[in-house]
């Protein structure tokens, strides 16, 4: 069994967005059932010795917690490369000084569109792109590496050559135009931000001409979606297989949407430990290997490159998260795609608000 190579670190669900893509669950966990400072620098101390090599302090937004700075500092303590990922509103420039002394190596920003008022429509939060750019400003001038995480879906991707002239307007050594992944809050609003196959490949080809364009001055990450796969993707390197996450209260997850698989007990760290939950929990090797998989998966050639694909995606098409991932071709579900593909044809953006 490989040690996982990274930790998500939820510290909280509180954010001033409301994003309807949002991966928070649906159900949030309240500040006063977040895991304290202390155990979150227990939490960090046992990933590094589990053998991880870095962690993503995400949320919800991570900043909203007034021990922040104090988290990074337990992080690098314990060893732990830091990566901030962050919508930015919440950075002023005493709180990146914080940060940098305390050993952050690394901030990830997002942003929601390339116009302000774009930002606004999706995030519903007013001003929250001035925020954000003067955020990359601070974080650039306190010698940060900033990457720009632009999330882009129905409702965006006219503005994709934007967002990547933004990435290189705002100083951004990184960006990753990552499609939305239909969980949680995305799935809720699945409808109102499923791109066309059409705009799609628009994206796709705008992706690969700025990457050789800027070659040298940006690089660009591309994520996916699966919607108009044929075959599905390693989801998270596999499940249980390289990453781990911790939400706000306590629960050890084999990735960050696994709490949507109902059935399944996960581990708290208030009541267990990583190396227990990572080797031992009957949740994280319920889908470890190949055994588990049924037809087609198991004997196929690709079972231990995709690893029968996402088991929460799974789970949210058939309402079996042991089924073949319907984003391969062989899926007796495969048809599901091409039926929410159908579904999602209106043009009005209109979602059920995160928080709503």
Not at 19 to 47: F, I, K, M, Q
Not at 136 to 155: C, D, I, M, Y
Not at 238 to 257: D, K
Not at 274 to 298: D, I, K, Q, V
């Amino acid at each position: 069994m490989n040690a996982p190579l990274a930790l998500l670190a939820e510290l909280t669900h509180r954010c001033p967005l409301r994003c309807p893509y949002c991966s928070n669950p649906l159900e949030l966990t309240r500040a006063g059932a977040e895991l304290s400072t202390a155990e979150w620098a227990r939490v960090l101390d046992e990933a590094a010795l589990l053998g991880c090599l870095q962690v993503h302090l995400s949320g919800g937004e991570p900043t909203a917690r007034r021990d922040i700075a104090e988290i990074v500092a337990a992080a690098r303590e314990a060893g732990l490369y830091t990566n901030l990922i962050t919508a930015g509103v919440l950075l002023d420039a005493a709180l990146v000084a914080r940060l940098k002394e305390a050993g952050l190596d690394h901030v990830q920003l997002s942003v929601q569109d390339a116009t302000p008022e774009g930002a606004e429509r999706i995030g519903g939060m007013p001003r929250a792109h001035a925020r954000k750019q003067e955020a990359a400003r601070l974080v650039r001038e306190a010698g940060l590496p900033l990457t720009l995480n632009a999330v882009v879906h129905r409702q965006n991707l006219h503005n994709l050559p934007a967002l990547i002239a933004l990435a290189l307007d705002w100083g951004a050594a990184r960006l990753e135009v990552a499609h939305v992944q239909y969980h949680g809050w995305a799935l809720a609003n699945r409808d109102a931000l499923l791109p066309s196959r059409a705009l799609l490949d628009a994206a796709t080809r705008i992706v690969e001409e700025a990457r050789e364009a800027n070659r040298g001055r940006l690089v660009i990450d591309y994520v996916l979606p699966d919607y108009h796969a044929t075959r599905p993707k390693a989801c998270m390197g596999g499940w249980a297989a390289r990453f781990l996450a911790v939400t706000p209260s306590g629960r050890i997850l084999p990735c960050h949407a696994a709490e949507a698989i109902p059935g399944m007990e996960f581990p708290n760290i208030r009541e267990s430990s990583l190396h227990e939950a990572w080797h031992h929990s009957p949740a994280f090797n319920a889908f470890r290997g190949t055994e588990w998989m049924p037809a087609p998966c198991r004997g196929c050639a690709h079972a231990e490159e995709d690893w029968g694909g996402c088991r929460c995606q799974a789970f949210a098409l058939t309402g079996d998260a042991a089924a073949t991932d319907p984003a391969c071709a062989l899926s007796p579900h495969h048809g599901l795609l091409a039926e929410a593909l159908a579904e999602a044809g209106a043009d009005e953006f209109r979602y059920r608000a995160f928080g709503g």
